[in-house]
């Protein structure tokens, strides 16, 4: 904790006042050395906090000001009113110049509350100062209205801005939106500024925040402030966790996509068909005929480009379906909703065709044809593993029929 020892000069003062005001204890962390003086003598420069003062006639207000610097000046006199603005604006105080001990000791009880609150607020603000600054989150202060009070450096190193920039600026100046983005208040706190005020306590969201570098993913803690029980602003911190759910996502898709096609995998295809909230439904399987003989052939860069274009024909043919690659060169797909026969072969007849002229345009893919697995599922269980071992079983059926042709589980 700090120490603030004062040195206090008593100048030109009745001996009885002088008794009053060195009767009153030091505040908390505080202690008093006290100076007492007929006149002004020269040495003091630097040395003395605050000087309480009679008019002795030679020892002016300019004097003492010019001897003394910036000491806290108290000058007791009963002609406050003949003094000109220049020596009121030198002045901290004025006091009644024929003092009685109580008053005295009244007003210096004052003076050092007041200085002891200034000292505290001093020492209070710096250490918030200090620890708001070191923290690596953003951190910031805002009155009723949203205007910005007090930032830390790492929010002004988000927004590059300054403090004093900052200070008293709205949310569309600070991260540099246009008015028409404001208004709309997509990427703006507004709404969750208005439900930390509702909510009266601290609230957790996830907020985009639009600024001119760009989105920023935040992990953001909001606090209502209050003075006399009316609400007057909020504090909040927030964890720019922009890059880690950018890689959270790259992660999440990883293990929820295949790798060379894009589609996704196995397992991810498990968890969408769990989560399909239909009874009807079609499921497609693909199996690539004469595969293994393109990578014998050709190598497995040819392999590769062939499941790759392959899939983008899946992608553009069945878009509002669940496309997956299973392994090796098979795929399934998952659609939604009630289908005939005959809506189904058209849509199958369409994808042949458009996959011939695929394998077509390339003389690696001469060979390559595709058998596939139909299943038209009316009463869906939820039995993925059924559902693909019968669509599965159809595809089968296909590929010793003939290859590059379909099969429907129920013609089996």
């Not at 110049?97 to 009244?106: D, G, H, M, N, S």
């Not at 507004?190 to 760009?214: M, N, P």
């Not at 690696?364 to 038209?376: A, H, P, R, T």
């Amino acid at each position: 904790m700090y120490r603030c020892d004062l040195n206090i000069l008593l100048l030109n003062m009745n001996e009885a006042v002088v008794t009053a005001i060195k009767e009153v204890e030091p505040r908390e962390w505080f202690s008093h050395n006290f100076i007492c003086e007929n006149s002004l003598k020269d040495g003091y420069e630097d040395k003395i906090d605050i000087v309480i003062f009679r008019d002795n006639g030679t020892d002016c207000i300019n004097r003492i000001r010019q001897v003394l610097g910036e000491a806290l000046c108290i000058y007791c006199t009963d002609r406050a009113s003949e003094l000109s603005c220049q020596e009121l604006e030198q002045l901290h105080d004025i006091w009644p110049e024929k003092l009685v001990p109580a008053t005295a000791k009244l007003l210096f009880t004052r003076l050092m509350d007041n200085e002891k609150l200034k000292k505290d607020a001093w020492l209070w603000n710096t250490e918030l100062e200090a620890v708001i600054d070191t923290s690596l989150d953003l951190i910031w202060f805002k009155g009723r209205f949203g205007e910005h009070w007090r930032v830390n450096n790492a929010f002004c190193d988000t927004v590059k801005k300054t403090k004093e920039d900052i200070r008293g600026k709205q949310h569309y100046y600070i991260w540099d939106l246009t008015p028409e983005e404001y208004e709309d208040g997509q990427y703006v706190c507004i709404e969750t500024e208005q439900d930390v005020k509702l909510a009266g306590h601290t609230c957790r969201y996830r907020e985009q925040v639009k600024g001119s570098s760009g989105m920023k993913e935040l992990l953001t803690y909001k606090t209502p402030l209050y003075y006399k029980g009316n609400f007057i602003g909020t504090v909040g911190v927030a964890k720019d966790i922009t890059k880690e759910e950018a890689y959270r996502k790259k992660l999440l898709q990883q293990a929820q996509t295949d790798e060379l096609t894009g589609l996704a995998n196995r397992r991810y295809f498990y968890y969408s068909m769990q989560k399909m909230d239909t009874d009807s439904l079609a499921v497609i399987y693909f199996d690539l005929d004469s595969f293994k003989q393109l990578n014998d052939e050709y190598g497995h860069q040819a392999g590769d480009a062939a499941l790759a274009g392959f899939a983008t024909l899946l992608q553009a043919s069945f878009a509002d379906g669940i496309i997956a690659r299973m392994g090796g060169d098979e795929f399934v797909v998952a659609l939604q909703g009630e289908y005939t026969k005959e809506e189904m072969c058209q849509k199958l007849d369409g994808f042949m065709e458009k996959m011939r002229a695929f394998f077509a345009m390339n003389h690696e893919f001469k060979n390559l044809s595709v058998s596939i697995g139909v299943l038209l599922e009316k009463n869906n269980d939820g039995q993925v593993d059924v559902l693909l071992h019968k669509s599965d079983e159809a595809m089968y059926t296909a590929k010793k029929s003939g290859k590059n042709r379909y099969c429907f589980y129920d013609d089996i």
